[in-house]
């Protein structure tokens, strides 16, 4: 089978996943026998598009599902979606207000219908695109946080959370947004630095005694204001605590308090008390029984508690406030300042706290077992740092807002009864109240956080909470792959329900990824659409495989990564140097097969030599070059498993590149050539092939995880067992294919091959012209030399050769140069025309000189290195680095050329 002559991902890809498909080999049946290996997919947004933050996870999911099947794990990726509360709804309410609807007009069953139907048509998007992105889940599987099986699972949780009093009803601040219309938890509250002011206040002392200053950021909220707080160490305030201020503008009495959270630091040290609308404020007026005033509705207007401000916009209600202070004398001044603001994370709107009766998960109880599994090792996080980040979390948190007010979502299972106020929790719909027997009963109409049931995720997907078989063998999963940012949002919650639900953590490990930033290496925004890389884009030009080997080689363990088109570039280089290696080989495999070879026996033994078998080659047949490349393809296989098993995975794909392109392809083709093109001996063309071959397909049985299109459409072609590369068999280092001395010698050769090259193109010497070469060396290393001089003289252009003991001296009119601690001589009388080379050379010396003392001149301006960005100051300093280098090997070249 022969290769195109250019390499198109478009003709490939859909061929090869769709065979995948049909083979069912993404499939995972339950194998009591087989050893589980189990990943739960970051259920995506039903509503969601492929972004690439998503396509770095998914591939690196995929590289660790596609390596633990070809080990021989029964390893199932479950994938599914997110029914996405929020977003989902407000996709469908803008459709409705295109039509001039609102979800009122319809009511709230007509409208769910509308989601569903929303739902059916645009839902899948993003799981075709990871199709295309090439992920292995097992699609036979795939569930929806609303189907069926994961509904029953969430009111089941629901319920014996409720009825161990985990769960309760109560008044407490949230997190509101005017925009969604919904409460949000505290970690989906984005907090942005933005410029802002600090007004300066004076509060009245009741007494007339003089007046108390306090500094806020949020003047309109003084009108819900129950109390004026100082530290109760700040001795610019003793004797004020206990007396009372007159509220300006509102001329309502409230007491001065002492608490230690004041921070004596900040503004005059005093700051106004709004338990209503500050989570700190209402924890202190809990601590001392200070009354609640809401002063800003739900749509962000202010309320009648505001007095005459009622139904203005807040930050209008500010404005015409602060004028009003001014007026009044109160205002003492403004100064800019920058803080941190609460913004939805979903629509970018200022969050509003506000009080408000709903429904909370009480965390401690949960936290405990979740902090213990991390610090006694039941759970590790890779890179280990983030379980400290994980522990701080945990022992720091607040009960957690469950109920949102939507209509799209998985319904609070509760009714209230209308006759007696019984609160009624069911698995399914009462008919009648069980306290009064009325039949006049309504279920709350808020919806459950979209978390509380992704927090189910790893064993809701396998059944529970029926027993099943893929609960039990499945259960707990292996690994959970996931970026930093939604440590909070998702992976404690899953921790802490698994525990409490399972007895067990869901997962063992818990592989942490950076983000994928600009290649300025800031976040990709909405806000600067320059910075946004749409992944089916790269995918459509480039191919998959491109995308997914440049995410895999730029990530470090738990590090973000800078996302630059060249990175895209040199993937895609990459792509095109292993396919054109693979025709070299399969040209070769073609034309020697359509040649007869008289001994079937050996022709028996290579091939099965080339597709993987155990089969050794009699002593003589391989040569140095074979011997090196195979024992550093087992070094390679070795090594490339160690760091998958440390999820260390871009430094597997860096290693594989490195062995491919400049090892493999670089070097062994080109050592290979003069044995595959002589014509004398067909059985050292046909070793030659098969180890080209073995090579070649072990590399890309390696390679497969992170390029599968690529790998499997060169496999399918090249000596291989089996039906596909997805379940060719892991490749292991093999000691029977380790030759002890053959990498430190051929290495010694490269060095001298390497040295001698670097003269020729110092001395600008055509490639088709020869020279000759001195070595001056030990007896050893000029017996290495000797025995494999006609790879030296092949690749480094050598017509002919002298060996020289170490105390020789230096033959005339040469340039020398050493390597593997061998002295190299070239002479190059009659081949450089010395004066004309050093004319040439003090020609580029100059200008690289002027270009030194224009760099050193810029650097060294004030006006540049201090007001310049960083980076730019750093690239002018590499260059001059680099330019220093050149000068100096330019200077070494002249000195060669006056002993010459």
Known sequence: MSLPTVYNPQNVEEKWYQFWLEGRYFHAEVQAEAEPFCIVIPPPNVTGVLHLGHALDNTLQDILIRWRRMQGYNALWMPGTDHAGIATQAK???????????????????????????????????????????????WERERFTMDEGCSAAVREVFLRLYERGLIYRGSYLINWCPKCHTTISDIEVEHEEKEGHLWHIRYPLADGTGFIEVATTRPETMLGDTAVAVHPEDSRYHGMVGKEVILPIMNRRIPIIADSYVDMSFGTGAVKVTPAHDINDFEMGLRHNLPQITVIGFNAEMTAEAGKFAGLDRYECRKRLVEELEQAGFLVEVESHTHAVGQCYRCDTTIEPLISKQWFVKMKPLAEPAIEAAKNGDLEFVPERFTKIYLGWLENIRDWCISRQLWWGHRIPVWYCQDCNEVI?????????????????????????????????????????????????????????????????????????????????????????????????????????????????????????????TLATGTALGQDQRFQMEKIEGSRNFCNKIWNAARFVLMHHEKEAAMEFPDSSQAALLHSFAVGATATLPEGWLTLADQWILTRLQTVTGEVTRLLERFDLGAAASTIYEFLWNEYCDWYIELSKPRLYQQ??????????????????????????????????????????????????????????????????????????????????????????????????????????????????????????????????????????????????????????????????????????NEIAKIEARISSPSFSQKAPPEVVAKEKVKLDTFREKAGKIKERLTQLDEA
């Not at 999963?477 to 899953?494: E, H, N, P, Q, Y």
């Not at 946004?532 to 491109?546: C, L, S």
């Not at 490269?750 to 000759?772: F, G, H, T, Y």
């Not at 060996?803 to 061998?822: C, D, H, N, Q, Y």
């Open 92 to 138: 469908v309410e803008e459709t409705l207000a295109k039509e001039g609807l609102s979800k009122y007009d319809l009511g709230r069953e007509e409208f769910l219908k509308r989601v569903w139907a929303w739902k059916e048509q645009y839902g899948g998007t993003i799981i075709k695109q990871l199709k295309r992105l090439g992920a292995s889940c097992d």
């Open 425 to 549: 929790a069911a698995r399914t719909e009462p008919q009648t109240c069980p306290k009064c027997g009325s039949s006049r009963l309504e279920q709350d109409p808020d919806v459950l956080d979209t978390w509380f049931s992704s927090g189910l995720w790893p064993f809701s997907t396998l059944g529970w909470p029926q027993q099943t078989a893929e609960l039990e063998h499945f259960y707990p999963t292996s690994v959970l792959v996931t970026g930093r940012d939604i440590i909070f949002f998702w992976v404690a919650r899953m921790i802490f329900m698994g525990l409490e639900v399972m007895k067990e953590v869901p997962f063992k490990q818990v592989l942490i990824h950076g983000l994928v930033l600009d290649k300025h290496g800031k976040k990709m925004s909405k806000s600067r659409p320059e910075t946004i890389v749409d992944p089916m884009d790269v995918i459509n030009q480039f191919g998959a495989d491109t995308l997914r080997f």
């Open 680 to 849: 004398e001996n067909a059985l050292d063309r046909r070793i030659t092939q098969a180890v080209l071959a073995r090579v070649l397909r072990q590399t890309l049985e390696l390679l497969h995880p992170f390029m599968p299109f690529l790998t499997e459409e060169i496999w399918q072609a090249v000596p291989h067992q089996g039906e596909s590369i997805m379940v060719a068999q892991w490749p292991q280092a093999s000691e029977n294919l380790t030759f002890q001395t053959a990498e430190s010698e051929m290495n010694l050769v490269i060095e001298v091959i390497r040295a001698l090259r670097n003269i020729r193109s110092e001395a600008n010497l055509a490639p088709q012209k020869k020279v000759a070469a001195y070595f001056s060396a030990s007896a050893e290393r000029n017996a290495i030399l000797e025995r494999n001089i006609p790879y030296i003289a092949n690749l480094a252009g050598l017509d002919e050769q002298h060996f020289l003991a170490e105390t020789a001296p230096k033959p005339e009119r040469s340039v020398s140069s050493v390597a593997a601690g061998i002295t190299l001589f070239v002479p190059l009388a009659g081949l450089v025309d010395v004066a004309k080379e050093k004319e040439r050379l003090g020609k580029e010396l100059g200008q690289l000189e």
